[in-house]
């Protein structure tokens, strides 16, 4: 997919305060606030359930909140207390949905074209416009093809298309990417974050996979029954996840109840059987635990400073990488890294984390 001839989007930031969204009697979003910038992609992440289609939809104008307020570029679109609540085709956006909403008795070139007029767009512009952005997605090519002969990927593709005609500024997708095969996956979410990149995209992206939400967002947002837990870059939600939640969620496998204390100027996690370790960023109030990404344990034959033992239980192959399983008394430790021959499984180890890589949340 090349973007050659980016069209001038006009980057709208979206801005959500206080949004709440019930269903009947169930609070699916509950006061939440979050900001996309303009020409970004903030993605709501989090497991099923914990509200993310509804706050999508809530902004695209198909769901009415309870409380709250959006902003779209500057301009309010839902107020509560202003009783202000534009219908969607009035809120300048497009969205694309998990089954991609493709018309099956149509050709390619239609299901893009179709739709277009009642988004604003003229008549004689119509073709133009929806050839452009079948080319901006790469299928110039099959513009006349029934919609039916069409890979999933290539779906996907002119679903892409459709919400990117007649440049909304802002799209919103809801796990675009989840009926792909896992290696489409790959390739279709560099293709997004490109053509999102050069045409300038505001986007708000939903998703319950974490390594998508960081390959491909400038902030994300961790959502956990109906709140946000945690909203940042995507590297510091990835490094230092804020709560237990958020951690288990982004993958940091070893959470390890501990006793934190500050000593002498610097966090220390005690662990049950002894080992300690020095960690960044402070103790929380109460119980905690230490947390470390099992990449950035190292492992030793030999005893060193700060190394503890333990017997290597299990080595798996994980393609390229080795994951490490380790028990040292009632703890166990996952260890990730390359290869090595001498960590046979049943080898005595010393393992270690460098204090950088090791942080503390609540229990
Ligand atoms: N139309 C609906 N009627 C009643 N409850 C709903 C409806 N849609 C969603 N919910 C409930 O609202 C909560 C949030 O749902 P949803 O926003 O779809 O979550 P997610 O997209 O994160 O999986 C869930 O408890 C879900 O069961
Ligand atoms: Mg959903």
């Not at 219908?87 to 149509?106: D, K, N, T, V």
């Not at 390739?187 to 505001?202: I, K, S, W």
């Not at 960023?281 to 099992?294: I, K």
Request: aromatic share 4%; hydrophobic share 45%; net charge neutral.
């Amino acid at each position: 997919m090349t973007a050659t001839r980016p069209i001038a989007a006009r980057r709208g930031p979206v801005t959500i305060e206080a949004l709440t969204v019930a269903h009947g009697m169930v609070l699916a979003v509950r006061a939440i606030s979050i900001s996309a910038r303009g020409g970004e992609v903030l993605t709501l992440l989090g497991p099923s359930g914990c509200g993310k289609t509804t706050t999508l939809r809530a902004i695209a104008g198909l769901e009415e909140p309870q409380e709250g307020r959006i902003t779209i570029d500057g301009r309010t679109v839902f107020d509560a207390a202003g009783g202000i609540n534009l219908p969607p085709e009035r809120r300048g956006l497009s969205m694309i949905f998990q089954s991609y909403a493709i018309w099956p008795h149509m050709t390619v070139f239609e299901n893009v074209a179709f739709g277009l007029r009642a988004r604003g767009i003229r008549r004689s512009d119509l073709s133009s416009v929806a050839r452009q952005s079948l080319d901006l997605v790469g299928l110039a090519a099959l513009a006349d093809r029934p919609a039916t002969r069409l890979s999933g990927g290539q779906q996907q593709r002119v679903a892409l298309a459709r919400s990117i005609a007649g440049n909304p500024g802002v799209i919103l997708l809801d796990e675009p990417l989840s009926n792909l095969d896992a290696q489409l996956r790959l390739a279709m979410r560099t293709e997004f974050r490109e053509l999102q990149r050069n045409l300038g995209l505001t986007a708000i992206y939903v998703t319950h996979d974490q390594e998508e939400a960081l390959v491909l967002s400038d902030c994300v947002a961790v959502m956990r029954d109906g709140v946000i837990e945690q909203a940042g870059t995507a590297a510091g939600i990835h490094d230092r996840p804020a709560t237990r939640f958020v951690a288990e969620f982004v993958g940091v496998r070893n959470i390890l109840p501990c006793d934190a204390a500050e000593e002498s100027g610097r966090t220390v996690a005690r662990l049950p059987g002894g080992a300690l370790l020095a960690c960044s960023g402070p103790a929380p109030d109460g119980p905690a635990c230490v947390c470390f990404r099992p990449i950035n344990v190292r492992l030793a034959t030999q005893p060193g400073p700060g190394a503890f033992p333990a017997t290597l239980t299990a080595a798996n192959y994980l393609g390229d990488l080795v994951q490490y399983h380790l028990h040292a008394g009632e703890l166990t430790i996952w260890a990730r890294g390359l290869p090595r021959s001498d960590l046979a499984e049943g080898a005595a180890v010393f393992w270690s984390v460098p204090p950088e890589a090791c942080f503390l949340v609540a229990a």
